[in-house]
């Protein structure tokens, strides 16, 4: 589960209105930066990890920062980068992380760098944020292609978790959430307010109910973006 973050950038505020351009990636331009957002639990990291499953070697994620200890299976740099709390601290005063927050005593974030890092190794980047941080990645750079998973109507949701309970049931490896119906309907509003706040920064909007055909439509889109014409803020077309 994501945990709450801080906000490691400055305020930047973005136009509602902004004139667009065509844009149609180059073969050598790298990927655009795909950024995944949606109220907590409705299942940005469920999608995120089958689109990761789906193609490895296209999708990467970024490696978090934390300064938590190392685990003995873990390696530097896979799992997680491991610094210092002095480090980590003075890596947030220098505004390096997107987003960040504390989890039993350790940092944990995200940082502007390893987003680069991915974009570099020619692969396209999953970037699962919270819908403020999107301004800080809005620009010519990352050229973003947010999507927005949002929940179904409550009636569908209620179904469509339950089921996904009982499939997990019989099968023991499988760890699923078990949600109340306060959660649904925090979900429910939560993504109210961020589509209400964040909706045109939104270009695409995935309706999350069957998980298998939200994620059909997610790949599909995803692939096609990749060669088709979109449009994109002309902000963006000046480097
Ligand atoms: N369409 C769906 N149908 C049934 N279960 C789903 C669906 N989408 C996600 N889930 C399940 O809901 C739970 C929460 O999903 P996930 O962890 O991906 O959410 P999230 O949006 O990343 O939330 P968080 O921010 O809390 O991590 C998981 O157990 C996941 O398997």
Redesign the pocket.
């Known amino acids: 589960?994501?945990q709450k973050m801080g906000k490691g950038h400055v305020i930047i505020h973005l136009p509602i209105y902004q004139e667009v351009l065509p844009h149609r990636r180059n073969l050598e331009e790298p990927y655009r930066l795909v950024i995944l957002t949606?109220p907590?639990?409705?299942?940005?990291?469920?999608?995120k990890r089958r689109l990761l499953l789906s193609d490895p070697e296209h999708f990467s994620v970024t490696v978090p920062y934390t300064t938590r200890e190392q685990k003995k299976q873990e390696r530097e740099g896979v799992e997680y980068h491991f610094v210092s709390k002095h480090t980590f601290e003075k890596d947030i005063l220098n505004h390096k992380f997107l987003e960040y927050g504390e989890h039993k005593g350790n940092y944990y974030g995200t940082s502007l760098d390893s987003v680069r890092r991915v974009i570099a190794e020619s692969k396209v980047c999953l970037l699962?944020v919270e819908p403020h941080t999107i301004a800080a990645l809005y620009s010519s750079e990352f050229k973003p292609y947010v999507v927005f998973?949002k929940p179904p109507p409550i009636d569908r949701l209620r179904l469509?978790?339950r089921?996904?309970k009982v499939l997990a049931s019989q099968n023991e490896q499988t760890?699923?959430?078990i949600f109340t119906e306060e959660d649904f309907q925090d979900m429910i509003s939560s993504a109210q307010a961020m589509e209400n706040k964040y909706g045109h920064l939104f270009e695409k909007v995935v309706i999350?109910?069957?998980?298998a055909l939200?994620f059909t439509e997610l790949r599909d889109e995803l692939s096609k973006i990749e060669t088709e014409t979109r449009w994109i803020p002309n902000t963006w077309a000046h480097v």
């Open positions: 589960m994501r949606g907590v639990g409705v299942g940005v990291n469920e999608l699962d998973v469509s978790r089921k996904a760890v699923t959430k999350n109910d069957d998980l939200a």
